[in-house]
């Protein structure tokens, strides 16, 4: 029987993987030299395979994820040799596109990365409903980053987003 595969009732012919097989007949693996035509064999070479894949795989402490820290912080962003500095608080930030950003640590062990950002424009404050809605539009399309308001001493507005990951 000739191999074929059906996609949306529509059927097609398998390829023969020899270029001097018979078009429609089902190619012999084994006698192409793919695979060893003995079962035993081939299992036993599958098997090396894989072992010799899993010895080059790190063992898994090695691939643990080292805790979060300020420390891999900053090593992430002189990776990508992004400017920033350390307050007196010792919180990172820094200017990216004129926006001010702060990455911070929260929870026990301070396993909960928090970034926080302010857009670089302030606005009036009769601006501030329809800022709100646009943010509210923003939230029920997307799940993150969350983005609010709040009102400086000056009476302008600020539009900040932060995002939290654990």
């Avoid at 078009?23 to 036993?44: C, K």
């Avoid at 970034?115 to 809605?133: F, M």
């Amino acid at each position: 029987m000739e191999p074929s595969y059906h996609d949306e009732g529509e059927e097609y012919a398998a390829t023969p993987l020899e270029p001097d097989a018979t078009p429609g007949q089902s190619p012999d693996l084994a006698a192409a030299g793919l695979i060893p035509a003995d079962d035993d064999e081939f299992e036993r070479q599958l098997h090396e395979a894989i072992s010799a894949k899993a010895q080059t795989v790190e063992p898994a402490a090695a691939q643990i994820l080292r805790p979060l820290s300020h420390d891999r912080i900053k090593a992430a962003l002189e990776a990508e040799n992004w400017t920033f500095s350390v307050d007196s608080d010792g919180d990172i930030g820094g200017l990216w596109d004129s926006n001010i950003f702060y990455f911070f640590t929260y929870g026990e062990q301070k396993e909960i990365l928090q970034i926080r950002g302010r857009w670089h424009q302030d606005l009036p404050i009769d601006l501030r409903p329809q800022v709100r809605e646009a943010l509210d539009e923003w939230h029920f399309a997307k799940i993150w980053p969350k983005g609010y308001t709040t009102v400086d001493d000056s009476g302008r507005v600020w539009v900040l987003a932060e995002h939290s990951v654990d």
